[in-house]
């Protein structure tokens, strides 16, 4: 299982740290990402970050959002800074791997402006 946490209401301009803790070890992802799903429209991949630790980030995430994960303590991060009101959406977190697909419930983040 997969439990996002994190996110809340924040002024534009500024900075959220998602968590993504999982109940078991993370080694058994070989990604691991972040997606998002605003109101009315699809789900979007926001960042991901392989085992190996190489990152992919949307061009929306490029330069404001950092992924990261700690296999020690089976959890991946999102740090997110300079938000906009079009981050607005539901967050959730993934891992995939060998037979396994895992997602966890989302956690909402509102960006005022």
């Known amino acids: 299982q997969l439990q996002a946490s994190g996110g809340g209401l924040v002024q534009a301009g500024g900075s959220l740290r998602l968590s993504c803790a999982a109940s078991g070890s993370i080694l058994s992802f070989n990604v691991m990402g972040w997606y998002r799903q605003a109101p009315g429209k699809q789900r979007e991949l926001v960042a991901n970050?392989?085992?190996?630790?190489?990152?992919n980030y949307a061009d929306s995430a490029k330069g404001r959002f950092t992924i990261s994960r700690d296999n020690a303590k089976n959890t991946m991060y999102l740090q997110m800074s300079s938000l906009k009101p079009e981050d607005t959406a539901v967050y959730f977190c993934n891992g995939f791997g060998y037979l396994v697909d895992v997602w966890g419930k989302g956690t909402q983040v509102t960006v005022s402006s």
């Open positions: 970050i392989l085992s190996g630790g190489t990152t």
